[in-house]
């Protein structure tokens, strides 16, 4: 089974960027939708950024649309996502994880989930 595993968290003030990464334990990526979500706390885990397998489809969220960019690397085996303009609301954990083709990028629908990477945007 695919087991995905973050980095690049860390804490960064509002206006700058981070990079996070995604990478397979166990398994490649390849054939996998591959979504990022993030959860604050107190708070629902909710759906950020996804990718289709074949990279050519992104989806966001609101909340993100032009600030995040999802990306893959097939040949590396990694997924990105790529964080600007940081506003202390995107402060959360944030979650890779795998799946077959999903139709609404919801929490339930994934079936592979990492353990998470803290990101802490101050103001």
């Known amino acids: 089974q695919v087991q995905p595993v973050e980095s690049g968290g860390g804490l960064v003030q509002a206006g700058g960027s981070l990079r996070l990464s995604c990478a397979a334990s166990?398994?490649?990526?390849?054939?996998?939708?591959m979504g990022w979500f993030r959860q604050a706390p107190g708070k629902e885990r909710e759906f950020v950024a996804g990718i289709r397998r074949s990279g050519t489809s992104t989806y966001f969220a609101d909340a993100v649309k032009g600030r995040f960019t999802i990306s893959r690397d097939n040949a590396k085996n990694t997924v990105t996502l790529q964080m600007d303009s940081l506003k202390p609301e995107d402060t959360a954990v944030y979650y890779c994880?795998?799946?077959?083709?999903?139709?609404?990028?919801?929490?339930?629908?994934?079936?592979?989930w990492g353990k998470g990477t803290l990101v802490t945007v101050s103001s």
């Open positions: 166990g398994r490649t990526l390849v054939g996998y939708d």
């Open positions: 994880a795998a799946s077959g083709m999903v139709s609404n990028w919801l929490k339930a629908d994934m079936a592979y």
